[in-house]
């Protein structure tokens, strides 16, 4: 058994037969109080066959503290898996698992954890390095979905783990807003020249067992474990974009969460405006500004360190004390001896989740946060020279959509 599933894995084993031995993927599906598993369930069913076999691991969770329809949902749930089980193709096979889970405790962050340490756990009886895939419980996926897993993994034998491309149905205005948000901030990232420009949606990521071991595996969180997870994994170096395919995350309200989605479209239900809003552009120049020192700090003087500082702009000297940056900066130097080196670490300092942290510090203190529209023409203007005469939400997304899908170059 390996260090991690000895030490820091969920402790319970919770499938009791053993793993197939072709088995090359597993996908983990945290449910909690799901009333239409059966469209997941049909959407995998529908791919198209890979080399080898494929477990579903779907963690069936509520809390100690949730009510009585809660429990009866998950209940359905369990059959609905159970039955669908019994007439599934032989080389996709699920695994359904019922826990209740401490209140305090409880989310999607644990059952995923579970999920995922009980993959590790079978990929482990096997000796082998597979694939673990995220997928959600309201989630559905093109035909080719797990063969694109396992030909980009196959195509790129060092990524520790990839992001996949994913489109929400358009069901409203309020999702195609925040999925463009999230697009606008990953292309902000990319645009100041940070490594950690990938999208981080849980139910569109695979790793492989040896990465998600090493890097501490799942969050617990309630929320957001998807990212910090992720933030985990980029670090590896080497994440990777899958953009052969298509996850199709819902679009549905959520109270369970307090950020992400659900909880964008419980905001934009109550807004009185109508509109979403996002960072401000100047974040992502202040990033980039960062972003240019690093090749000029390695080997420098504190006196060069303090003056690279002075020279930032009030955002940046607000967020990052003087002090603070001078310190670590000698710190990095101190510890390597190259200035590739140097760089790698301090990007394990100056990571998504630094750079998240910066980006709410800047809107609130010193960049108000801008209307969608007009950000993400911005920055579609500033990073590819790309203008689009109609600056609807809409039109923008397609174009974002369109980079995602096919690159930069598009």
Same mark, same amino acid.
């Given at each position: 058994?390996?260090?991690?599933?000895?030490?820091? $894995?969920? %402790?319970?084993?919770?499938?009791?037969?053993?793993?197939?031995?072709?088995?090359?993927?597993?996908?983990?599906?945290?449910?909690?109080?799901?009333? *239409?598993?059966?469209?997941?369930?049909? /959407?995998?069913?529908?791919?198209?066959?890979? /080399?080898?076999?494929?477990? @579903?691991?779907?963690?069936?969770?509520?809390?100690?503290?949730?009510?009585?329809?809660?429990?009866?949902?998950?209940?359905?749930?369990?059959?609905?898996?159970?039955?669908?089980?019994?007439?599934?193709?032989? *080389?996709?096979?699920?695994?359904? @698992?019922?826990?209740?889970?401490?209140?305090?405790?409880?989310?999607?962050?644990?059952?995923?954890?579970?999920?995922?340490?009980?993959?590790?756990?079978?990929?482990?009886?096997?000796?082998?390095?597979?694939?673990?895939?995220?997928?959600?419980?309201?989630?559905?996926?093109?035909? *080719?979905?797990?063969?694109?897993?396992?030909?980009?993994?196959?195509?790129?034998?060092?990524? %520790?783990?990839?992001?996949?491309?994913?489109?929400?149905?358009?069901?409203?205005?309020?999702?195609?807003?925040?999925?463009?948000?999230?697009?606008?901030?990953?292309?902000?990232?990319?645009?100041?020249?940070?490594?950690?420009?990938?999208?981080?949606?849980?139910? /569109?990521?695979?790793?492989?067992?040896? $990465?998600?071991?090493?890097?501490?595996?799942?969050?617990?969180?309630?929320?957001?474990?998807?990212?910090?997870?992720?933030?985990?994994?980029?670090?590896?170096?080497? @994440?990777?974009?899958?953009?052969?395919?298509?996850?199709?995350?819902?679009?549905?309200?959520?109270?369970?969460?307090?950020?992400?989605?659900?909880?964008?479209?419980?905001?934009?239900?109550?807004? $009185?405006?109508?509109?979403?809003?996002?960072?401000?552009?100047?974040?992502?120049?202040?990033?980039?500004?960062?972003?240019?020192? @690093?090749?000029?700090?390695?080997?420098?003087?504190?006196?060069?360190?303090?003056?690279?500082?002075?020279?930032?702009?009030?955002?940046?000297?607000?967020?990052?004390?003087?002090?603070?940056?001078?310190?670590?900066?000698? *710190?990095?130097?101190?510890?390597?001896?190259?200035?590739?080196?140097?760089?790698?670490?301090?990007?394990?300092?100056?990571?998504?989740?630094?750079?998240?942290?910066?980006?709410?510090?800047?809107?609130?203190?010193?960049?108000?946060?801008?209307?969608?529209?007009?950000? $993400?023409?911005?920055?579609?203007?500033?990073?590819?020279?790309?203008?689009?005469?109609?600056?609807?939400?809409?039109?923008?997304?397609?174009?974002?959509?369109?980079?995602?899908?096919?690159?930069?170059?598009?």
């Amino acid at each position: 058994m390996s260090v991690y599933l000895e030490r820091y $894995a969920y %402790p319970h084993r919770l499938i009791p037969d053993p793993p197939n031995p072709d088995v090359e993927i597993c996908v983990v599906i945290p449910s909690y109080n799901e009333p *239409d598993i059966n469209s997941t369930l049909q /959407a995998l069913t529908h791919c198209d066959s890979i /080399a080898g076999k494929v477990e @579903v691991i779907i963690v069936v969770n509520e809390s100690t503290a949730d009510p009585p329809p809660v429990r009866k949902q998950n209940k359905i749930t369990m059959q609905a898996i159970k039955k669908w089980n019994d007439s599934n193709r032989n *080389d996709l096979i699920f695994h359904p @698992v019922h826990q209740t889970l401490p209140e305090k405790q409880a989310g999607v962050g644990l059952a995923r954890k579970i999920g995922m340490d009980e993959a590790c756990r079978r990929f482990n009886d096997l000796g082998r390095d597979g694939i673990i895939a995220c997928l959600d419980a309201d989630c559905t996926c093109e035909p *080719d979905y797990l063969k694109a897993i396992q030909h980009h993994f196959k195509a790129y034998p060092k990524t %520790p783990g990839c992001a996949i491309y994913f489109e929400h149905p358009l069901a409203h205005y309020a999702i195609a807003a925040y999925e463009l948000h999230l697009r606008y901030y990953t292309h902000g990232l990319r645009y100041s020249g940070l490594p950690c420009a990938f999208q981080t949606v849980g139910s /569109a990521m695979a790793v492989r067992c040896s $990465a998600y071991e090493k890097q501490g595996g799942m969050s617990r969180r309630k929320a957001g474990e998807d990212f910090y997870f992720l933030q985990k994994i980029i670090k590896l170096g080497g @994440v990777t974009e899958l953009r052969d395919t298509t996850v199709y995350p819902s679009s549905r309200h959520s109270h369970r969460v307090p950020f992400g989605t659900g909880k964008a479209m419980n905001d934009y239900q109550r807004s $009185a405006t109508g509109k979403l809003s996002t960072y401000h552009p100047y974040t992502f120049q202040d990033l980039q500004s960062l972003v240019r020192q @690093v090749p000029k700090l390695y080997g420098v003087s504190t006196s060069q360190t303090s003056s690279t500082w002075e020279a930032f702009s009030n955002a940046l000297q607000g967020f990052i004390p003087k002090e603070d940056f001078i310190a670590t900066i000698e *710190d990095l130097n101190r510890s390597t001896s190259t200035e590739i080196t140097f760089k790698n670490r301090f990007y394990q300092w100056c990571d998504g989740f630094l750079a998240f942290k910066f980006s709410n510090y800047a809107r609130s203190h010193h960049y108000p946060a801008v209307d969608i529209k007009e950000a $993400a023409s911005w920055l579609l203007k500033a990073a590819y020279k790309v203008e689009i005469e109609e600056n609807e939400v809409m039109a923008l997304l397609m174009r974002y959509r369109l980079l995602d899908s096919k690159g930069n170059s598009a």
